[in-house]
């Protein structure tokens, strides 16, 4: 079973950054896409990144492009968010997936993703 924990999240101020952090102990998780996904309240859950298994693909929402960058660090089983020019609607609480998909490219779908961390609440003030 893989377990994922999110940190990082927190209050900023807009304009702020925000870097979150995924780790688990879990190797196997080395082979797996991993993402990032967001819920604000009352508001269905979306996608914000993913990576591929090895780190060299990318995928990001269109609401987020040029200011977030997702990373990973196969030797430490850590993913990161690394957020920057914040806004209030970027609000939201951030959750870690993985799926169990080995050696897959960067998945913007939900419903690929079979491994879910408890969430990380982010909140932008104006």
């Known amino acids: 079973q893989v377990q994922l924990v999110e940190s990082g999240g927190g209050l900023v101020q807009a304009g702020g950054s925000l870097r979150l952090t995924c780790e688990t102990s879990?190797?196997?998780?080395?082979?797996?896409?991993m993402g990032w996904f967001r819920q604000a309240p009352g508001k269905e859950r979306e996608f914000v990144a993913a990576?591929?298994?090895?780190?060299?693909?990318?995928s990001y929402a269109d609401s987020v492009k040029g200011r977030f960058t997702i990373s990973r660090d196969n030797a430490k089983n850590t993913a990161y968010l690394q957020m920057n020019s914040l806004k209030p609607e970027d609000t939201a609480v951030y959750y870690c997936?993985?799926?169990?998909?080995?050696?897959?490219?960067?998945?913007?779908?939900?419903?690929?993703?079979?491994?879910w961390g408890q969430g990380t609440q982010v909140t932008v003030s104006s």
């Open positions: 997936a993985a799926e169990s998909r080995a050696f897959g490219g960067p998945d913007s779908k939900g419903d690929f993703y079979d491994y």
């Open positions: 990576v591929s298994w090895s780190g060299i693909s990318t």
């Open positions: 879990a190797r196997a998780i080395s082979m797996y896409p």
